[in-house]
């Protein structure tokens, strides 16, 4: 306990001049450092919120409890990063939805951000660095226990999900930044960091990744921990993304082949079943986030995404749900494009599961880009409950998302006829005839359309147009472009120079190392 307390202190040093953001990294590790829960309690029931100062780094209960504990970290009610506010700048900063109208955040969606602005734009920052640091801390400490009861394969596994975890977390900072400090141990003496490029981050990404390929197993001893504990086959999506972001399609079709060939996931037959609240942990689930009603690890989605008001009496799309009476700023209200999107494609399915219609005139708080009448979509998809803070779970990772993936990857590597195959399934579930798309460019548009309805709100959006173009400038352009349902601009101003949002100036302003974004 006496090295424990010794590390705790010096890394409390180490945090307030570097750039995570101190209050809450500490936060992070007391809730690792004094996790308290037996093997199997941990397991059956994670208890995401009870503290204990019983526990140091001594056995595999303990390694255990601590990289359980990250898993807790994203869900809890405070934090707003993997909730909703990655939608900011996957689905808003894109062509899908509307901010509300809290100014930081519309300025974000366009292309206005102010570094000083700590919502949204530092919560990427702060959180996934706490996460990070979190990680660190099991990899730092792990290899050092000894314990007969604890072996090495259990050690791997434990191991394991701390790499895939600090990949995942630096993953989504790059995409969000562009290139970000890298510190793999809170051992590390360099306090003042530089950034490391957009290149080598992902570089970083990748060999966390695949090492956590070869630590974890493909399936745990419950469907629970499977779906929500870092598998092999949660390493090899994301190393699926990964590549896919890279412009490397070979082997971006590689590791989503072997997602898709696994017999640990399918597609759930049903579409709507994956965001009504009352089939979580379904087969078609890689990773899924889990919120606990009545206490800290609840979530407040329903409150950001949808209406205010008692609409039980409302007959529209959907009809006798529960009364949201907390008057609030709505986000994500759906764009006319994406509405129209779903006509044009005639998915009557994911556009059913997806928004919830109500008269403009009825929205308390409607956003701009409507005119005076027209049904303003907010978002159905994320949560379904109607409670002040609920329990409903938050899909990170479907096997939905990597075969489309891997249909745009074989695309791209002249297996086109493979490629409409992948698409077909996907299309096949929600009822939609297979794909007139034969060459190689219509596929890659019929697949883009695909994205874009099947994964609305799912951290994709804006990632996949810069992709499809694979030309900033031409990306930039069709940003720019968006109009509402009368043809008038909506007033994104994007440019070349801000396709990455601002680093926060606060932590510019502690780590004379740190050079802003381009255009800021």
Same mark, same amino acid.
């Given at each position: ?37 037996? &093997?199997? !309690? ?11 100062? %019983? *526990?140091?780094?001594?056995?595999? +209960? $303990? ?121 793999? &141990?809170? !051992? ?11 290149? %080598? *981050?992902?570089?970083?990404?990748? +060999? $966390? ?312």
């Amino acid at each position: 306990m006496k090295n424990l307390k010794h590390n705790v202190n010096k890394l409390k040093y180490i945090i307030v001049k570097n750039q995570y953001n101190s209050s809450m990294i500490l936060l992070a590790l007391m809730l690792i450092v004094f996790y308290s829960c037996t &093997s199997e !309690e941990f397991f059956e029931k994670p208890p995401l919120s009870e503290l204990s100062t %019983e *526990v140091s780094y001594a056995s595999k +209960a $303990d390694a255990e409890a601590a990289v359980g504990a990250i898993y807790g970290l994203p869900s809890r009610r405070s934090e707003h990063y993997y909730k909703w506010q990655h939608t900011i700048f996957s689905d808003m900063r894109a062509d899908n939805t509307h901010s509300g109208f809290v100014a930081d955040i519309r300025n974000v969606e366009l292309f206005q951000a102010s570094p000083s602005a700590n919502e949204p734009n530092g919560y990427p920052w702060s959180q996934n660095y706490q996460y990070i640091a979190a990680c660190n801390a099991v990899i730092d400490n792990i290899p050092g226990i000894e314990n007969p009861d604890f072996n090495q394969a259990d050690k791997d596994v434990i191991m394991g999900q701390a790499y895939f975890l600090r990949g995942f977390f630096y993953f989504y900072l790059n995409r969000v930044y562009g290139g970000v400090p890298i510190t793999l &141990s809170n !051992e590390d003496s360099d306090i003042f960091k530089a950034r490391s490029s957009y290149e %080598e *981050v992902h570089a970083q990404v990748e +060999a $966390d990744l695949l090492l956590a390929e070869s630590l974890l197993p493909s399936e745990y001893s419950t469907n629970y921990l499977t779906r929500t504990r870092a598998t092999k086959g949660g390493a090899q999506s994301m190393l699926a993304k990964l590549y896919a972001d890279m412009g490397d399609y070979t082997k971006c079709a590689e590791y989503a082949g072997k997602v898709i060939s696994s017999s640990t996931y399918e597609l759930l037959p049903t579409f709507d079943h994956l965001f009504d609240g009352e089939h979580e942990y379904n087969k078609e689930i890689i990773l899924e986030l889990t919120h606990i009603m009545g206490n800290a690890q609840s979530t407040y989605v329903g409150i950001q995404v949808l209406p205010p008001g008692d609409y039980s009496q409302y007959d529209g799309t959907k009809s006798g749900f529960n009364a949201w009476e907390v008057p609030y700023h709505r986000f994500n209200t759906i764009k006319t494009d994406l509405v129209a999107a779903f006509k044009e494609m005639g998915d009557t399915v994911r556009e059913e599961s997806t928004v919830f219609y109500v008269p403009y005139e009825m929205a308390s708080v409607p956003p701009y880009g409507y005119i005076e009448g027209e049904p303003i979509g907010h978002l159905w998809k994320m949560t379904r409950e109607g409670g002040l803070f609920d329990d409903q779970n938050l899909v990170l990772l479907r096997l939905a998302d990597i075969i489309l993936l891997g249909a745009e990857a074989n695309n791209q590597i002249g297996n086109t006829g493979q490629a409409i195959t992948l698409l077909n399934q996907v299309r096949d579930r929600v009822q939609l005839p297979p794909t007139t798309a034969t060459s190689k460019s219509e596929v890659a548009l019929a697949i883009l359309k695909e994205r874009r309805l099947e994964l609305v709100c799912e951290n994709n959006r804006y990632y996949d147009l810069r992709r499809y173009y694979n030309n900033d400038a031409a990306f930039i352009q069709h940003i720019n472009s968006q109009t509402d349902s009368e043809g008038n601009s909506f007033g994104v101003q994007a440019s070349v120079g801000k396709v990455y949002i601002p680093i926060p100036q606060a932590e510019i302003d502690v780590n004379p190392n740190l050079v802003q974004n381009p255009g800021y």
